[in-house]
């Protein structure tokens, strides 16, 4: 009896003990934080301090309109945590069934800005109207939170019919400050915490805030986070009070808080090597390689549609034409909507994909590189093409009457003979991936150091005031890049013209 109540003694302590060391074991994984554009430096300096804590967690974020990201989770984004501007793509989520918790988080106000040098007496909200104020800039007013709130604001003051023409659409709030940085609008309507965020622009009115419905910033854990214990570490970070100071100073009101905001704490400077930031580093890298990998994804089909095209007489040739070249003549989010219909987890292929292999294309760089490699294809096929087509046919007859099959003639003296073509198309379709966006950001997003590209890194600093630096910075390497790229290709078209004359 003895015996038999010191083993449960025992075993009761070591289950504690098991249970104790698994508390105890620290956090390790990758989060995906996709969060309202308005939210990107608290949520920035957020990541900075939990992986402060927590070094063994990765937490990337992609930051857009809140409608843009909530659509891309619905299409099978891995995400873990969604902050929105607005409840109702919170709602949308929820309807989805993709929610496994969700707490209002934030609150914001709207105001006008104007540029900081500017003239321009603006005091109420009805100063918009006077003359000088030809441009005021505003997210979508049709889908992103903060331009709803801006559109309802005007119309309960009885001023949107009259302003309605001056209105200049956005991609979201922090492009619509961007405007007026710039100078493309002599006022906008954002965000407070935004407006805190720069010393380009100035605060001309503040608006009340029952001009519009409630602004709330609902944090979602999604349904895939819940299963992650550093996403649900994290999500529970942004509710503690270390995450509400933080929140605090970036000009944001804590739900259920009276603090008023403090100044805003400028972003850290990032470490920089070779003059560049890590975050741009990465941009550099995935664009090499999903440049690379396109390449060598396209390369063997391009071969095949190239050879048929330059060989092919056929009244049926124009159809191999037409699908080879749609992609040169689709808009490139045409483009990538239609593979995003493909690839997406509930898609044909994506589905199977997932569902055999566990294997996710849409938002990562798979999904990105297919995007490149659908997007560069006419190119790439129009120089192998012209390559096959100076290669004399009757060197293949040759060879085949010496006994060559017609795969080993094709092997041994056509593809030899071509090479410096098929290589000039693989530069020119290297070249052409690298500057690749509107598909990209359809099917792969704009998720910092996993999709983001050079041109998404370009598009995301161009829409954030104070980062024109970034910008000129990875432009000048983009321009760079693609000159290269065309030196090249020219070098490697002029050797193959110089073979043949010979």
């Known amino acids: 009896m003895k015996l038999s109540r010191a083993v449960v003694i025992v075993s009761t302590c070591c289950l504690l003990a098991a249970a104790a060391r698994a508390d105890e074991a620290p956090l390790e994984g990758q989060v995906l934080v996709l969060s309202a554009a308005s939210t990107t430096d608290a949520v920035d300096a957020l990541r900075a301090a939990f992986v402060k804590t927590h070094p063994q967690v990765t937490v990337d974020a992609g930051f857009a309109a809140s409608s843009a990201l909530a659509q891309q989770i619905a299409a099978g984004a891995p995400a873990d945590v969604y902050l929105s501007a607005n409840e109702r793509w919170a709602d949308f989520l929820d309807e989805k069934g993709l929610v496994a918790r969700r707490r209002d988080l934030l609150s914001n106000r709207l105001v006008v800005v104007v540029a900081d040098d500017s003239k321009l007496e603006v005091k109420r909200p009805a100063d918009l109207e006077q003359q000088g104020i ?103 970070y942004l ?56 390449v060598v994804a396209s390369l063997p089909v391009a071969i095949a549609a190239g050879y048929v095209l330059a060989r092919w007489q056929s009244r049926a ?89 017609r795969a080993d003639a094709f092997f041994s003296v056509t593809l030899p003979l071509a090479r410096s073509g098929v290589l000039a198309g693989c530069v020119l379709a290297f070249a052409r991936s690298l500057g690749e966006f509107g598909a990209t950001i359809m099917v792969a997003g704009n998720i910092v150091g996993e999709t983001q590209t050079i041109p998404l890194a370009i598009f995301s600093a161009g829409n954030r005031p104070g980062f024109e630096a970034e910008v000129w910075r990875l432009a000048s390497i983009s321009i760079v890049l693609a000159a290269l790229a065309l030196v090249a290709s020219e070098w490697l078209e002029r050797r193959h013209a110089t073979r043949e004359s010979t």
């Not at 002599?186 to 009115?205: C, G, K, L, N, P």
């Open 134 to 236: 030809d441009h005021v800039a505003l997210a979508d007013p049709t889908s992103v939170p903060a331009g709803i709130y801006a559109r309802q604001a005007l119309a309960e003051l009885g001023l949107w019919q009259d302003l309605e023409a001056k209105v200049v659409s956005a991609a979201d709030v922090r492009q619509a400050m961007q405007l007026v940085v710039s100078g493309a609008a002599e006022a906008a309507i954002v965000y407070a915490s935004d407006a805190a965020t720069s010393d380009r622009v100035r605060v001309a009115v503040e608006l009340d805030e029952s001009l519009s419905e409630p602004i709330r910033y609902p944090v979602v854990l999604l349904n895939r986070g819940a299963e992650r214990p550093a996403a649900v570490a994290f999500y529970d």
């Open 239 to 294: 509710l503690s009070a270390e995450a509400a100071d933080v929140f605090r100073r970036y000009g944001f009101l804590v739900m259920a808080d009276d603090h008023p905001a403090a100044d805003a704490v400028p972003v850290a400077a990032a470490q920089r090597w070779w003059g560049l930031s890590r975050d741009e580093w990465l941009a550099l890298r995935l664009s090499f390689q999903v440049g690379l990998c396109a």
């Open 317 to 405: 040739k124009w159809v191999l034409e037409l699908v080879v070249n749609l992609p040169l003549v689709l808009p490139p989010v045409v483009t990538g909507l239609l593979l995003l219909f493909v690839f997406s987890p509930k898609g044909p292929i994506g589905g199977a994909l997932a569902g055999t292999l566990g294997i996710e294309i849409v938002f990562t760089w798979l999904g990105a590189a297919i995007a490149s490699a659908v997007v560069s294809f006419p190119l790439m096929v129009r120089a192998i093409r012209l390559a096959f087509q100076a290669v004399d046919p009757r060197l293949e007859m040759v060879a085949r009457s010496l006994g060559a099959g």
